[in-house]
């Protein structure tokens, strides 16, 4: 089965065709990053504009490249939430009218659960059942998983997603868009100092809340020098207490689950200083950790293409109304 994937939840737009069987064929990416850096974040409009113009031509190049055929394909898979609501129309909108054209089945599927599934494409997967941290820019969220679609939330933020957060620091900084890898840049020039809270973990739960620690840094920053080294140091201790969060939370759940393995995923999960502080955590926890590779983190076609590939495989496909959802809880997934 060759299963056709789209990407087009926020700014970048994703294509990718894979095997039931034969895996990953190939995945394209298109990244509107530079258009919207002149506004200093995503103009929706701008990125569903974007979006219409890109989308066919990377699947007419992913066809190509794969020298594959329309009549080669068996199903469609796209992104339907969360996201946009612009950006997604366009995927959903795109797939569900090739799908009727080529008469095969299309598949909606959650964002998340594309970005959950992630580490599934590399070479050693993680087994069910397993732990999972998803970090991206509006959601931060722990996952007990048994299989595909069998998904327990045991713990969500409550205010801004770490992400969003490492965006808004970065704008107070003074850093361009998008902000998460200028502050990550930034850190790796910082030395230690400043002293910030771990917020929400001196309490039972595996509940997150960024809020506070983004407010402590505007406060700590107020009363500083503007100088760079400053900043730096600042920055530094701000992205420390982000990896120390999540590596407690990340040490809870696995303690009350009582699984020894974790899947991080979702664009955060790039980050170096994160992917350190997990993996000494799970070390001492004697556990397994599992990352996507750092082109898999953020937005792409691939983990759409397999989340779709294993549910069409299980029967599942959407009817013939275009299917879009910018909030999707995915508590819903069956």
Same mark, same amino acid.
């Given at each position: 089965?060759?299963?056709l ?5 926020c ?8 095997h039931?069987?034969?895996?990953l ?5 298109? @990244? ?13 409009e701008l990125?569903? +504009?974007?979006h219409? +113009? ?11 490249a794969?020298r ?6 068996? &199903? ?9 609501m612009g950006?997604?129309?366009?995927? %959903? ?24 599934? *992630?580490?599934m ?16 820019? &509006?959601?931060?969220l ?30 107070m900084?003074?850093?361009?868009y998008p902000?998460?890898? +200028? ?20 309490r ?6 960024f ?11 107020? @009363? @500083?020098?503007?100088?760079d080294?400053n #900043?730096?140091?600042? *920055?530094?201790a ?5 990896a120390?969060?999540?590596?407690? #939370?990340? #040490? ?10 974790l899947?991080?995923a ?6 170096? #200083?994160?992917?350190? %502080?997990?993996?000494?955590?799970? *070390?001492?926890?004697? %556990?397994?950790?599992?990352?996507p ?17 294993q549910?069409?495989? %299980? ?11 910018? +909030? ?5 997934l069956?």
């Amino acid at each position: 089965m060759y299963v056709l994937g789209i990407e087009t939840s926020c700014d970048e737009t994703g294509v990718a065709i894979y095997h039931a069987e034969r895996g990953l064929i190939n995945h394209f990416l298109y @990244s509107q990053v530079d258009m919207h850096s002149e506004y200093g974040g995503v103009v929706p409009e701008l990125a569903s +504009r974007d979006h219409i +113009r890109k989308l066919v031509p990377l699947i007419k190049q992913s066809l190509q490249a794969s020298r594959l055929t329309s009549a080669d394909i068996d &199903g469609i898979a796209y992104t339907a939430g969360p996201g946009l609501m612009g950006a997604l129309l366009v995927g %959903a909108a795109t797939a569900r009218s090739l799908a009727w054209a080529w008469q095969i089945p299309a598949v909606a599927v959650h964002h998340m659960e594309g970005h959950l599934l *992630a580490p599934m494409l590399e070479e050693i997967p993680p087994a069910f059942p397993f732990v999972a941290l998803l970090i991206s820019g &509006g959601h931060t969220l722990l996952v007990q998983v048994e299989g595909i679609g069998r998904y327990q939330l045991l713990g969500e933020s409550l205010d801004d997603a770490a992400g969003e957060a490492f965006d808004k620091t970065a704008k107070m900084l003074g850093l361009g868009y998008p902000g998460g890898p +200028r502050l990550s840049e930034l850190a790796e020039l910082g030395e230690p100092g400043y002293k910030f809270p771990r917020p929400m973990t001196d309490r039972p739960g595996l509940d997150f809340s960024f809020s506070g620690l983004k407010t402590f840094t505007m406060n700590t920053l107020s @009363s @500083s020098q503007k100088t760079d080294q400053n #900043k730096a140091d600042i *920055a530094y201790a701000f992205q420390n207490a982000v990896a120390d969060t999540l590596s407690i #939370k990340c #040490k809870r759940a696995l303690r009350q689950t009582g699984l020894n393995r974790l899947v991080v995923a979702g664009g955060v999960s790039a980050n170096k #200083k994160i992917r350190a %502080a997990l993996t000494e955590m799970a *070390a001492g926890e004697k %556990a397994n950790i599992f990352f996507p590779r750092p082109e898999f983190c953020t937005d792409n076609g691939a983990m759409i293409a397999y989340a779709g590939c294993q549910r069409l495989l %299980a029967g599942q496909e959407q009817g013939l109304e275009i299917f879009a959802r910018p +909030r999707w809880p995915m508590s819903e997934l069956s």
